[in-house]
């Protein structure tokens, strides 16, 4: 059985939020977690992909949104995934008033750094759930 934690970022194409989110994820799955977590694509999700909505459904999840919108979290939680943990970016950037991240299609020096404490949120939510496992 499949026990890595499912992370979904939101598309946010076109959006600075939305390539931190994906930014973010990719960083955890790929740096931080790559043991305990991997990732799901949205867009597999929202047009119904059988094998993708196989491998959340019932499994525990991480959404990562970059606008209320909270596209990921709504689709991964109609898809019968288990969202354990709802990051949203905007709660990170909050706390970097004035700064500038970057465009939609690539961060700055202040767009990794949000990214990096996105990625550890994630990341400290997946090791606390592997303690007695």
């Known amino acids: 059985m499949d026990k890595k934690v499912k992370v979904v970022p939101c598309s946010g194409i076109?959006?600075?939020y939305g390539l931190m989110a994906r930014e973010a994820v990719l960083k955890t799955v790929i740096e931080l977690c790559p043991e305990k977590s991997e990732t799901?694509?949205?867009a597999?999700?929202?047009?119904g992909?059988?094998?993708?909505?196989?491998?959340i459904d019932g499994f525990?999840?991480?959404?990562?949104?970059?606008?209320p919108k909270m596209c990921a979290?709504?689709?991964?939680t109609?898809?019968?995934?288990?969202?354990?943990?709802?990051i949203k970016v905007l709660d990170t950037v909050k706390e970097h008033k004035g700064k500038k991240f970057g465009s939609p299609t690539m961060l700055d020096a202040d767009g990794e750094v949000?990214?990096?404490?996105?990625?550890?949120?994630?990341?400290k939510k997946i090791n606390e759930m592997s303690i007695g496992t």
């Open 60 to 67: 525990n999840c991480i959404t990562v949104d970059g606008c």
């Open 78 to 86: 109609i898809a019968g995934g288990v969202v354990i943990e709802e």
């Open 44 to 47: 597999y999700i929202v047009t």
């Open 49 to 55: 992909d059988k094998e993708v909505r196989e491998k």
């Open 73 to 76: 979290s709504k689709n991964v």
């Open 114 to 123: 949000v990214i990096s404490e996105i990625a550890g949120k994630i990341a």
């Open 40 to 42: 799901v694509c949205l």
């Open 14 to 16: 076109g959006k600075v």
